[in-house]
């Protein structure tokens, strides 16, 4: 049986390469000072979803939320192998939380309709909540498994996979269709091929196209014109706004957030005092007394 | 680990500086793929950056992938076990990930499922894969095999075989070598016999040393004329590995322990033969042989690259007497060395290519050229592109070899006893180094190669056309200093001539073979200093530094002296 896999990716800032200050005054990132890159658990997860059809057909779509410059993502998934990407990317999705970026990927989902699997990193290095997989399955109502380190099995009905736990492993059977979430040590995701690097070089999307022009407003960039003759040469990236997948502004974006942030702070740990124990029994039962009812212990 | 392309800055300069775009139109033959194939370049500009991009791609993977599994791949090395041959892990999942990135035929023609790209850039993807992992550059940088056939094959052949090269399926070997016919290939006594009832070659004999011989395709010179003796005897043929072909056993050697060398016995093997009969060395070994000397040029180059970076690392965290090391005028001044020697070599070698580059251009253009004045232009200019190739190959191959050990040698130093234990990744590097002055040649059959090129007078077309050229400000000093220079180069190439000695010759012949690369590097540099001032400082140091070993080996040449030829025997008593 041939299985259509949907990946859902995230362009991030790179947290292991800071060039500068990663946080403004105000607790929030600074963009700018984070280059952007593919968060690195979705490559592993993308790599699963190739290696599946390399091994038994099907087909490997890529959606990713975000703001135009991160249909970059998008092309680096092309670069890889992806069959279909496509741009979720409109004004209303931005300062999303966990749950309205969810409702908007499965919204999406919903509209590309036909899945077996939908494939997700395990977390997200800029959030590193690891909701959002979890959330979209919810939304969609299919079974789900986290952490998930390799695909033993497959057939028409269900899905064998191990799963990564502390200490060990587990193997879970469930039902398709299913959304994993994948580990960053299941694979050793590919480079881009050089050939499909300069097929699509080129490939923009509409929101990203739009950006430009809009940035440029004294570039003649022909916003029409352009579009037609990125179609004309498969070049074009789909781009899909709340309107599209059917999505009223009260349930994506701001508005449909209800995560709040007050305030963020760099929580620094250090030891205050030194303590010296005894090394006998009654010493260190106090010691421990001391922890059970600190609730360090417990 | 950083990108082995992008993190070059010395490369980046090269690929800029050295002129590309008549290679790419010739190359690129109007651009007339680019509605055909999916990936073929649009013009000059999008050539050029689709190169960048792919040699990106090769640094990403080198950098990333080959370069952290290198130590373990040579702790492991290949092994033979019930005649199959077992790659390193590291080194099968390495070569997984390049063919998975279509870096397996980078100057295969597209309909072949090649890239198309010139040899500069298969020669930087090889650089920067041997500063990563040099045996594994013997797999996968060694693609002249494809290109040979490419050349000189058959249709039928070419179908056949060289998608499989291009996409990676298969790897190959040269298998020249014999064990009574190593630098004097003349003396191959493989037999080839002509099978009339299956109408197909037939191979027979003992190939031994041969780099990847348990690959799935290997070019075999043979003996195809019966009762010859000589190299017009030998034929060239492509044979698959299949059962009637032995691995009797993989050396174990003092570096590249990942790439087998391998000990073949063919008994009757079935043969295609490539190209026409008794052409197989005088014309299609020698043109392999000098695109796999081009090839381990960079090898040596790479490896040198890996080692000066593990010594300028170490050097500025290793303290004693209470200061970082790289502050010890002995310790700086090896590592500056270092960096003139692999820079000054990126220089030659990459010039050396793109030489071979035009080369290759001229004769596609001779191809299509249409009236006869045309013709007779190119075939000159043919003519002496070819000679420049055929000299400056074997003197790149020589310089960027010997200056590899050099280098290696020099990065244990910085090290002290630490570069000395297996731990340390220079150590690997400098074993590994030693092969590219013995294989694909020796430099002392570099040398005889070279010679007789420069004895007639070849180099002098490159150098008179550097010497004349303008040079402005400090520049202007150093080109009258390299016109002294340039003088010795001559007065020492005149007096081997004139004195027709060929003993005389051949026992000097090192030390001309030395003022012609310090001459020719030099001019490369004054030429690249004019935009460049990084390139000036080089230029400076270096031409000062080369100009007193340019006299000396000159007064050497024209001394005369016949003392040690005369007195071998009793010094060597």
New interface residues.
Partial sequence: MKYNSIVLIKQVPDTKNITGEAMHEDGTVNRSALPAIFNPDDLNALEMALSLREKFGGTVKVITMGPPFAAEVLRESLYRGADEVIHLSDRRFAAADTLATAYTLSKAIKKIGEYNIIFCGRQAIDGDTAQVGPQVAAKLDIPQVTFVDKIEQIDDNSITVKRSIENGYEIIQTKLPVLLTVMGTAN?P??????????Y?KARSAAEIKAESENNKDSNINFNETINKLKKKNLLIQTWDADNIGLDASECGAQGSPTWVAKISSVQLESKEIKNIESNYNSIKELISELISDHILG | MPNFFDDNEDIQFQFKNLDLDEIIRIREDNFKEKDNF????ENVEDAK??YR??MS?AG??AGD?VAPRAPEIDAEGSKLVDGKVIYAKGLQ?SLD?IK????MGITIPRKYGG?NFPYIVSSIFIEIISRADASLMNIVGLQDIGETVYKFADDELKDKYLPLFSSGKITSAMALTEPDAGSDLQAVQLKAVYDEQSGCWRLNGVKRFITNGCGDILLVLARSEEGTTDARGLSLFLCENDDSMKIRRIENKLGIKASPTCELQFNNTTAHLVGKRKFGLIKYVMSMMNGARVGIAFQALGIAVAAYYEAIKYANEREQFGKKIIEFPAVYDILINMKVEIETTRSLVYRTVWVVDMLECLEKNLKSAENDDEKKILRKKIKNFDKLAATVTPLSKYYASEMSSRVTYDAIQIHGGTGYMKEFNVERHYRDARITSIYEGTSQLQVVAAIGGILSGVMNIEFDNFSSQEYDGDLKSLSDKMKKAYSKFQTAANYLKEKKNPEYTEFYARKMVDITIDVYISYLLLNEAKVSEHKKLLAEKFINERLPRISMNEEYIISGDESTIKNRDELLK
């Fill in positions: 050793e590919r480079y881009p091929s050089c050939k499909l690097v300069m097929k070089k | 999916y990936y073929a370049s950056d689709n991009r792919a791609i990403q993977i992938y999942e990930m998975n990135s279509d870096l890239l």
